[in-house]
T-cell receptor, first 111, second 113 residues
Framework: ETGVTQSPTHLIKTRGQQVTLRCSSQ?????VSWYQQALGQGPQFIFQ???????GRGNFPPRFSGLQFPNYSSELNVNALELDDSALYLC??????????FGQGTRLTVV | DQQVKQNSPSLSVQEGRISILNCDYT??????FLWYKKYPAEGPTFLIS?????DKNEDGRFTVFLNKSAKHLSLHIVPSQPGDSAVYFC????????????FGTGTRLQVTL
């Protein structure tokens, strides 16, 4: 049974660019949630996907968007990057609303 | 506004003693609470949870207490071990599940020999 894996682990982007982060959910899980953890803060809920449909969204602007694929893997896309988007992005997978298993995160730096 | 607060950024405890980590929340709609542990370069790992219909939940060395009237919960670790050194996050949900969580800012626990 493989755990939650995220790619890449680190990346650096320039302000105004677009970025795509990827998450492979744990085997058997059909729900993926994305969180943003800024330095010194706790993770903040961005949105959740359940069976390829968005199933709840936190207080993030529309330039944060996502996708979930038939194999339940997921992408987080951020357009028009801002300096404040620099953070650790965490993906968590679960079976429905069950226990969430987190990946190791992607560290995004916007310069 | 910070709906889940962990007012102690760090805590140092001797091995074998009790560690008490505290968490306060402001949203009375929260009905499920969780604690996660996070090591550097790893994602948060689920530790223990409690539903709002309970006031205590125990799992081995870990006990979570919930005081709804005070909107306060605490995590007790007894006895503390060096491997417990990590950042601990309190999280809350209003879905009755471990879904769409609101996290606190974390408390760094260091267990010394």
């Amino acid at each position: 049974e493989t755990g939650v894996t995220q790619s890449p682990t680190h990346l650096i982007k320039t302000r105004g660019q677009q970025v795509t982060l990827r998450c492979s959910s744990q085997s058997g899980h059909n729900t993926v949630s994305w969180y943003q953890q800024a330095l010194g803060q706790g993770p903040q809920f961005i949105f959740q996907y359940y069976r390829e449909e968005e199933n709840g969204r936190g207080n993030f602007p529309p330039r944060f968007s996502g996708l979930q694929f038939p194999n339940y893997s997921s992408e987080l896309n951020v357009n028009a990057l801002e300096l404040d988007d620099s953070a650790l992005y965490l993906c968590a997978s679960s079976l429905g609303d069950g226990e969430a298993f987190f990946g190791q995160g992607t560290r995004l730096t916007v310069v | 506004d910070q709906q889940v607060k962990q007012n102690s950024p760090s805590l140092s405890v001797q091995e074998g003693r009790i560690s008490i980590l505290n968490c306060d929340y402001t949203n009375s709609m929260f009905d499920y609470f969780l604690w996660y542990k996070k090591y550097p370069a790893e994602g948060p790992t689920f530790l223990i949870s409690i539903s709002s219909i309970k006031d205590k939940n125990e799992d081995g060395r870990f006990t979570v207490f919930l005081n709804k009237s005070a909107k306060h919960l605490s995590l007790h670790i007894v006895p503390s071990q060096p491997g417990d050194s990590a950042v601990y996050f309190c999280a809350a949900s209003y879905t009755g599940t471990a879904s769409k969580l609101t996290f606190g800012t974390g408390t760094r626990l260091q267990v010394t020999l």
